[in-house]
Structure formats: structure tokens, C-alpha cells
T-cell receptor, first 114, second 113 residues
Framework: EAGVAQSPRYKIIEKRQSVAFWCNPI?????LYWYQQILGQGPKLLIQ????????DSQLPKDRFSAERLKGVDSTLKIQPAKLEDSAVYLC????????????FGEGSRLTVL | GENVEQHPSTLSVQEGDSAVIKCTYS??????FPWYKQELGKRPQLIID?????GEKKDQRIAVTLNKTAKHFSLHITETQPEDSAVYFC????????????FGKGTLLTVNP
């Protein structure tokens, strides 16, 4: 079974530039999450989708971050404009059910903002 | 919202010793508590989990205990090996239709040969 795919793996940009990350979850997984992991910290949830609907985006900085999952499969996370403090690994995860269970993470997209 | 505190932030042990990592959570409605292991530069992966109707769960050298009254749960690794070296994260969730995990800040475990 293929795992969660993410791209790009690494991205370096100047502050105020924009960047987009892509995630393809495991086939059949209804729920998709974007987590932000700053160096030395635990993953922090940014947004949660169930199929193509947003379940929770309470911690998403909506003035600069946006995310979509138009067809209920793959998803994109965009940052515009980027700030220095956005430097982090952006982890995508998916799970089959909507109630509980293991989150399957991708390898992550490491963003460096200069 | 849920808040998960994890201690210690770093832990160094000799090969063969035991390691214990502790977490507390704030939301008494949380009922699912997984532990994830993240090796350097890799994705977090589930190693063990426990639900609130169980007090202890074991899987070979790892075990997790849960004290619902104290809102406290712990990871125990016995007979540690160098390949156990990694960052370990605890997490908590209420489950239900809004299922999401709130993670602790992580513990860097180093097992010295």
C-alpha cells in the first residue's frame, strides 16, 4: 500500500514570497490533516478535512495560510506571504476513519524562510 | 482546547536500561492516547496506543499506562537498544467526528551503547 505522498520535500524562499505544498493521502482515507512542526516541537494541527469539507481550521493563520481539498483526495497548503516564523516542516497525515485510529504521516515538506 | 505536557524533553540512558516518558493532558473528555516515534528526518510513526477504558497495554519491550483520574499517561521502554534512539511524542484525542490529535513537545531519547 502506498503511503502519504508530499512534495516538495524541501523549499527555501525569501520572506514575503509564496509557497505551496501538495499532499496525496493513502487511497480511501477520508480524513486529511496538515500539521506544522517547528524544530524541537511537536506537530501542531493547522487544518483538518473530512472528504472535501473543512472540519477544523481554528489554528490556521488565515491571513496568510490557505488550504484546499477540492475533490476529497489530494490537498494543497499555501502560504502567502511567508514570514520567518513559518520556517518548519509541514506534515500531511491521513486516516481512514473519522472517529479514532492511527494517523499515517507523509515525509513532510521542510520550509526555510530567509 | 486540549493541552498536552510531556516530560522530560531529553533523556539519555545506557543500553539495556529502562526509559520512562510522562505526559499529562487537560481535557477530561480525551479518550485516546497514542505514542509516536520520529527518527531524525523521518515521519512520525505510531508505536503504541491506549484507550481510556484500559489502564495498561504492552507490546514486547514497550508499554503504556494510563491514569484517568490524574489525567496522566506514560511510556515505558525496557531493555533499551541503540535503535530506540529517537524523538517520542505523546498525544491525546477526544475521538468522535472531530477526531484530531494534540501532541506533546516531544522527548529526545538517546540510548548509549
Amino acid at each position: 500500500e502506498a503511503g502519504v505522498a508530499q512534495s516538495p520535500r524541501y523549499k527555501i524562499i525569501e520572506k514575503r514570497q509564496s509557497v505551496a505544498f501538495w499532499c496525496n493521502p493513502i487511497s480511501g482515507h477520508a480524513t486529511l490533516y496538515w500539521y506544522q512542526q517547528i524544530l524541537g516541537q511537536g506537530p501542531k494541527l493547522l487544518i483538518q478535512f473530512q472528504n472535501n469539507g473543512v472540519v477544523d481550521d481554528s489554528q490556521l493563520p488565515k491571513d496568510r495560510f490557505s488550504a484546499e481539498r477540492l475533490k476529497g483526495v489530494d490537498s494543497t497548503l499555501k502560504i502567502q506571504p511567508a514570514k520567518l516564523e513559518d520556517s518548519a516542516v509541514y506534515l500531511c497525515a491521513s486516516t481512514y476513519g473519522t472517529n479514532t485510529g492511527e494517523l499515517f504521516f507523509g515525509e513532510g515538506s521542510r520550509l526555510t524562510v530567509l | 482546547g486540549e493541552n498536552v505536557e510531556q516530560h522530560p524533553s531529553t533523556l539519555s540512558v545506557q543500553e539495556g536500561d529502562s526509559a520512562v516518558i510522562k505526559c499529562t493532558y487537560s481535557d477530561s473528555a480525551s479518550n485516546y492516547f497514542p505514542w509516536y516515534k520520529q527518527e531524525l528526518g523521518k515521519r512520525p510513526q505510531l508505536i503504541i496506543d491506549i484507550r481510556s477504558n484500559v489502564g495498561e497495554k504492552k507490546d514486547q519491550r514497550i508499554a503504556v499506562t494510563l491514569n484517568k483520574t490524574a489525567k496522566h499517561f506514560s511510556l515505558h521502554i525496557t531493555e533499551t537498544q541503540p535503535e530506540d534512539s529517537a524523538v517520542y511524542f505523546c498525544a491525546a484525542s477526544k475521538g468522535g467526528s472531530n477526531y484530531k490529535l494534540t501532541f506533546g513537545k516531544g522527548t529526545l531519547l538517546t540510548v548509549n551503547p
